[in-house]
């Protein structure tokens, strides 16, 4: 058997070689007797190098559908407020992810309806659309006119995501083998998930969900089958169905898809008739709103997180702009309203009858293209009824203002200095016509903060945000005036001197190595007025005893003292005592935190902590770590804690009789004006020269704030402006729309502080009298560390000393009056030093 096969299988492969030989002869022989034979075959030759090339070229640098695994799509930033709510996202397109399973099946099916109905059953691409898709292009060809794209849903995710929206045929065959390649790598539900949170949509929203707000205010779980299905029909041509004049196209494109939805099983007829007879519904554009007191404290947090992540998507993943962080801010929204609304009202208390100081702005205005002019300044403000507009013409007594929304009317009681081009803001006084408003020309800052943990709780920077981005709470640099005196008093303290000690209220000249003197003034230009204690010069912020305080523990012991609570780095001029060098208000609230916190400092934040757009904590404000807190089981020793976070830049002692003394200012001195509010409150008043600011800062141990007035281009505000009387009232209108959440609990004494009654007036230790509610009282309680307390005196001795200390300061008076007159009489000798060096006071 085997040797009969042998033969059979050697006659099979003679036959098989015979007949291949006899195949390649003839095809040889018409090869050369046919030359049509041999045109078609270079020409299927050439056509076959050609199509190898392309689809080398083509595919060579083509993206790897393995991205769509790890796809991050950009994502807007959304920041939280200290309750957890939403209060500002940072966005320019509309973007919301959501998983498959969270879009409704009607919504699904009419854009499959729309788009792709048979994406459940294609490989990536639908060959007889394909086909109609190129009959419609080749149509089309020289027409100018784009013919329809015969995409599949896969491939649109192609384009959408990975190549482009270039019109060529060299995108359909990318997009083609993509498409496949996409198949391939992710399941039906991944590609639809993509497509329904990628695809534009117009309104700057990209994603079904985010055009579901954009066009209709709801999220997709509410929308209704016509709605639904006008969403489905805006891949084709968003800004064309998405307006409303075209609204008679939509309808038409939106039944189609109706019409589909019922064809495909997807709707029944009562259900598409029932839609059919729905309008569009659609909303008008609108842009997302939030709080517009907000708008400085979200700036801030801005600049944070651009410095911290950059901007834009190229700066990394988690950019502000494309990074989907989840930012929970220290912001208070209750806090911040309160805190705009009494800057603003200072502001314009301040500016009172002054009348139209200029324009916000001034342009060159186009008459026919005023209203491109006028958005592109972005310009707003949100106080009120008013608007911002743009002064369109003037002739003589009557105006046309425009805004950015196109409206115009007419303007009346026109300022003389009032011209065509210039931005004002107005308001409607009825019957179309508006009235011009004035914005103050002054401007200032507001801060508030909690000395527990340094979180910034509001934050104002001038009278609207939406007028410019300038945070004068953050980057206006300011003379502090008075409010630096009592880090100078704090040295003091720390340097053996109590609140008790004496100190000369004189004249104090100094020589700085010339033949003249330079001398220093009470505010108003006042002289000395006797002995007094520490705590009456902080009090009743005399300047002249503060610089003599200052001179006597060293100005180098002062600046260190100001240094290390953060108000800024100063020579050692005695000027720098009485606030001449510049900080700003979030330093100086910083500072003071510092003291209502017994000496302990927490860094100011604006941001608790950030996530990414997985939840995952990225960055925290508090990033301490507690050590064996996850332990399986008790060791037996002491619980674990965190370690303190703050830093101690001030003895609690120190801190506490400064904060005492501040007391008193509210009680009796410059900033008596909050002593009618009946809370425990401290803080301190200051006024540079000029007078060209004016500041309070001060508040409880569970609340500090600070305010300053004045010119952005320093300038005088006026011989009445004094920190008691223009900053302190912002101070207090804040605290009252806010009072619930002040504390009426007394300030708490750290340990080592000794609580002696003494005579307000000598500081001498008093027996048998205990201190009334009266803040005009003789004897008083008053702070000091132990062993620093005065010596025992009896009541004669405090009558006697007293009668001496009015003699001595008599005769100081008539020897002061005498210098003076000796010293005006060498002309040009001396000069005021206060002057000189920036006089403040």
Same mark, same amino acid.
């Given at each position: 058997?085997?040797?009969?096969?042998?033969?059979?299988?050697?006659?099979?492969?003679?036959?098989?070689?015979?007949?291949?030989? /006899?195949?390649?002869?003839?095809?040889?022989?018409?090869?050369?007797?046919?030359?049509?034979?041999?045109?078609?075959?270079?020409?299927?030759?050439?056509?076959?190098?050609?199509?190898?090339?392309?689809?080398?070229?083509?595919?060579?640098?083509?993206?790897?559908?393995?991205?769509?695994?790890?796809?991050?799509?950009?994502?807007?930033?959304?920041?939280?407020?200290?309750?957890?709510?939403?209060?500002?996202?940072?966005?320019?397109?509309?973007?919301?992810?959501?998983?498959?399973?969270?879009?409704?099946?009607?919504?699904?099916?009419?854009?499959?309806?729309?788009?792709?109905?048979?994406?459940?059953?294609?490989?990536?691409?639908?060959?007889?659309?394909?086909?109609?898709?190129?009959?419609?292009?080749?149509?089309?060809?020289?027409?100018?006119?784009?013919?329809?794209?015969?995409?599949?849903?896969?491939?649109?995710?192609?384009?959408?995501?990975?190549?482009?929206?270039?019109?060529?045929?060299?995108?359909?065959?990318?997009?083609?083998?993509?498409?496949?390649?996409?198949?391939?790598?992710?399941?039906?539900?991944?590609?639809?998930?993509?497509?329904?949170?990628?695809?534009?949509?117009?309104?700057?929203?990209?994603?079904?969900?985010?055009?579901?707000?954009?066009?209709?205010?709801?999220?997709?779980?509410?929308?209704?089958?016509?709605?639904?299905?006008?969403?489905?029909?805006?891949?084709?041509?968003?800004?064309?169905?998405?307006?409303?004049?075209?609204?008679?196209?939509?309808?038409?494109?939106?039944?189609?898809?109706?019409?589909?939805?019922?064809?495909?099983?997807?709707?029944?007829?009562?259900?598409?008739?029932?839609?059919?007879?729905?309008?569009?519904?659609?909303?008008?554009?609108?842009?997302?709103?939030?709080?517009?007191?907000?708008?400085?404290?979200?700036?801030?947090?801005?600049?944070?997180?651009?410095?911290?992540? /950059?901007?834009?998507?190229?700066?990394?993943?988690?950019?502000?702009?494309?990074?989907?962080?989840?930012?929970?801010?220290?912001?208070?929204?209750?806090?911040?309203?309160?805190?705009?609304?009494?800057?603003?009202?200072?502001?314009?208390?301040?500016?009172?009858?002054?009348?139209?100081?200029?324009?916000?702005?001034?342009?060159?205005?186009?008459?026919?293209?005023?209203?491109?002019?006028?958005?592109?300044?972005?310009?707003?403000?949100?106080?009120?009824?008013?608007?911002?507009?743009?002064?369109?013409?003037?002739?003589?007594?009557?105006?046309?203002?425009?805004?950015?929304?196109?409206?115009?009317?007419?303007?009346?009681?026109?300022?003389?200095?009032?011209?065509?081009?210039?931005?004002?803001?107005?308001?409607?006084?009825?019957?179309?016509?508006?009235?011009?408003?004035?914005?103050?020309?002054?401007?200032?800052?507001?801060?508030?903060?909690?000395?527990?943990?340094?979180?910034?709780?509001?934050?104002?920077?001038?009278?609207?945000?939406?007028?410019?981005?300038?945070?004068?709470?953050?980057?206006?640099?300011?003379?502090?005036?008075?409010?630096?005196?009592?880090?100078?008093?704090?040295?003091?303290?720390?340097?053996?001197?109590?609140?008790?000690?004496?100190?000369?209220?004189?004249?104090?000249?100094?020589?700085?190595?010339?033949?003249?003197?330079?001398?220093?003034?009470?505010?108003?230009?006042?002289?000395?007025?006797?002995?007094?204690?520490?705590?009456?010069?902080?009090?009743?912020?005399?300047?002249?005893?503060?610089?003599?305080?200052?001179?006597?523990?060293?100005?180098?012991?002062?600046?260190?003292?100001?240094?290390?609570?953060?108000?800024?780095?100063?020579?050692?001029?005695?000027?720098?005592?009485?606030?001449?060098?510049?900080?700003?208000?979030?330093?100086?609230?910083?500072?003071?935190?510092?003291?209502?916190?017994?000496?302990?400092?927490?860094?100011?934040?604006?941001?608790?902590?950030?996530?990414?757009?997985?939840?995952?904590?990225?960055?925290?404000?508090?990033?301490?770590?507690?050590?064996?807190?996850?332990?399986?089981?008790?060791?037996?020793?002491?619980?674990?804690?965190?370690?303190?976070?703050?830093?101690?830049?001030?003895?609690?002692?120190?801190?506490?009789?400064?904060?005492?003394?501040?007391?008193?200012?509210?009680?009796?001195?410059?900033?008596?004006?909050?002593?009618?509010?009946?809370?425990?409150?401290?803080?301190?008043?200051?006024?540079?020269?000029?007078?060209?600011?004016?500041?309070?800062?001060?508040?409880?141990?569970?609340?500090?704030?600070?305010?300053?007035?004045?010119?952005?281009?320093?300038?005088?505000?006026?011989?009445?402006?004094? /920190?008691?009387?223009?900053?302190?009232?912002?101070?207090?209108?804040?605290?009252?729309?806010?009072?619930?959440?002040?504390?009426?609990?007394?300030?708490?004494?750290?340990?080592?502080?000794?609580?002696?009654?003494?005579?307000?007036?000598?500081?001498?230790?008093?027996? /048998?009298?205990?201190?009334?509610?009266?803040?005009?009282?003789?004897?008083?309680?008053?702070?000091?560390?132990?062993?620093?307390?005065?010596?025992?005196?009896?009541?004669?001795?405090?009558?006697?000393?007293?009668?001496?200390?009015?003699?001595?300061?008599?005769?100081?008076?008539?020897?002061?009056?005498?210098?003076?007159?000796?010293?005006?009489?060498?002309?040009?000798?001396?000069?005021?030093?206060?002057?000189?060096?920036?006089?403040?006071?």
């Amino acid at each position: 058997m085997a040797d009969s096969a042998a033969p059979e299988n050697e006659n099979l492969h003679y036959r098989i070689r015979r007949e291949a030989g /006899g195949a390649w002869g003839r095809f040889r022989q018409s090869w050369r007797g046919k030359p049509w034979l041999r045109r078609l075959g270079y020409a299927a030759g050439v056509l076959l190098l050609i199509w190898l090339a392309v689809w080398l070229l083509i595919t060579r640098n083509l993206p790897s559908a393995d991205k769509l695994l790890t796809y991050q799509p950009p994502l807007p930033t959304i920041v939280r407020g200290i309750d957890g709510q939403i209060v500002y996202s940072y966005a320019r397109e509309r973007r919301v992810q959501l998983r498959f399973a969270d879009f409704p099946r009607p919504v699904i099916n009419a854009f499959l309806s729309a788009e792709d109905k048979t994406f459940w059953t294609h490989g990536g691409v639908d060959y007889t659309g394909l086909a109609g898709a190129v009959v419609d292009y080749v149509s089309k060809v020289g027409s100018g006119r784009r013919a329809k794209g015969g995409s599949t849903i896969t491939q649109q995710v192609a384009k959408n995501i990975l190549i482009g929206d270039e019109y060529s045929l060299g995108r359909k065959f990318k997009e083609m083998i993509l498409a496949r390649r996409i198949e391939a790598t992710l399941n039906k539900q991944q590609i639809l998930e993509l497509y329904l949170n990628e695809i534009p949509l117009g309104r700057q929203s990209f994603g079904v969900q985010a055009a579901a707000r954009a066009y209709f205010g709801k999220d997709v779980n509410d929308l209704k089958l016509h709605e639904a299905a006008f969403l489905a029909i805006l891949p084709k041509a968003p800004e064309r169905y998405g307006r409303a004049r075209n609204a008679g196209l939509a309808i038409e494109r939106r039944n189609y898809v109706l019409d589909q939805m019922q064809r495909n099983g997807w709707a029944t007829p009562a259900e598409v008739a029932e839609a059919k007879a729905q309008p569009l519904g659609i909303i008008p554009r609108r842009v997302d709103t939030y709080d517009p007191s907000v708008g400085y404290f979200m700036e801030e947090v801005r600049r944070q997180l651009i410095q911290r992540y /950059g901007e834009k998507a190229e700066d990394g993943p988690n950019s502000v702009y494309a990074g989907g962080l989840w930012v929970r801010s220290s912001l208070d929204s209750e806090m911040q309203k309160a805190a705009q609304d009494a800057l603003r009202a200072g502001l314009l208390r301040y500016h009172g009858n002054m009348g139209f100081r200029g324009p916000i702005d001034h342009i060159d205005v186009d008459p026919d293209k005023w209203q491109a002019q006028l958005v592109t300044l972005n310009k707003s403000i949100s106080y009120q009824d008013w608007r911002v507009g743009l002064v369109i013409e003037r002739n003589g007594a009557s105006a046309r203002i425009g805004f950015p929304d196109g409206q115009t009317g007419q303007l009346v009681a026109l300022p003389d200095s009032l011209r065509a081009g210039d931005v004002i803001a107005a308001a409607p006084a009825g019957n179309g016509v508006f009235a011009v408003r004035i914005i103050p020309e002054v401007s200032g800052g507001m801060m508030i903060e909690s000395p527990f943990n340094g979180r910034i709780l509001a934050m104002q920077g001038g009278f609207d945000s939406g007028l410019a981005s300038f945070n004068r709470a953050t980057q206006a640099e300011r003379q502090p005036g008075s409010t630096i005196k009592p880090f100078v008093y704090a040295t003091a303290l720390d340097s053996g001197m109590t609140p008790a000690s004496m100190v000369l209220d004189g004249t104090f000249c100094v020589n700085q190595g010339t033949s003249s003197q330079k001398c220093f003034r009470n505010f108003g230009g006042g002289g000395g007025s006797g002995m007094h204690t520490m705590r009456w010069g902080l009090e009743q912020s005399r300047n002249l005893m503060t610089v003599r305080v200052a001179n006597d523990v060293g100005m180098n012991r002062v600046t260190g003292t100001i240094d290390r609570v953060g108000i800024g780095k100063y020579q050692n001029y005695l000027s720098f005592a009485l606030g001449a060098g510049e900080t700003t208000v979030a330093q100086m609230v910083n500072a003071y935190a510092a003291l209502a916190n017994n000496g302990v400092q927490y860094p100011s934040s604006l941001i608790d902590y950030i996530q990414d757009r997985n939840g995952k904590i990225i960055w925290r404000a508090d990033n301490r770590r507690c050590l064996n807190c996850n332990m399986a089981q008790w060791d037996g020793k002491p619980m674990p804690r965190f370690e303190p976070r703050g830093k101690q830049v001030l003895d609690p002692r120190t801190a506490y009789q400064v904060v005492h003394m501040l007391e008193g200012v509210v009680t009796r001195g410059t900033a008596v004006v909050l002593r009618d509010l009946g809370l425990p409150l401290f803080g301190k008043t200051g006024t540079t020269s000029g007078p060209t600011n004016v500041w309070f800062v001060g508040g409880s141990q569970r609340y500090v704030a600070g305010v300053y007035l004045g010119y952005d281009q320093p300038r005088s505000l006026g011989g009445y402006a004094q /920190g008691g009387r223009i900053a302190a009232p912002i101070f207090k209108q804040f605290l009252q729309a806010t009072r619930e959440r002040w504390s009426r609990l007394p300030f708490v004494a750290p340990e080592g502080i000794r609580m002696v009654r003494i005579d307000r007036v000598t500081g001498k230790r008093v027996f /048998g009298v205990t201190p009334g509610s009266d803040p005009r009282s003789g004897v008083i309680w008053e702070a000091f560390k132990p062993d620093t307390e005065p010596m025992r005196t009896t009541r004669a001795d405090l009558l006697a000393n007293q009668r001496e200390a009015l003699m001595a300061a008599i005769g100081r008076g008539r020897q002061a009056h005498r210098q003076a007159q000796e010293n005006a009489a060498r002309a040009g000798e001396a000069r005021d030093f206060a002057e000189e060096q920036g006089g403040v006071y």
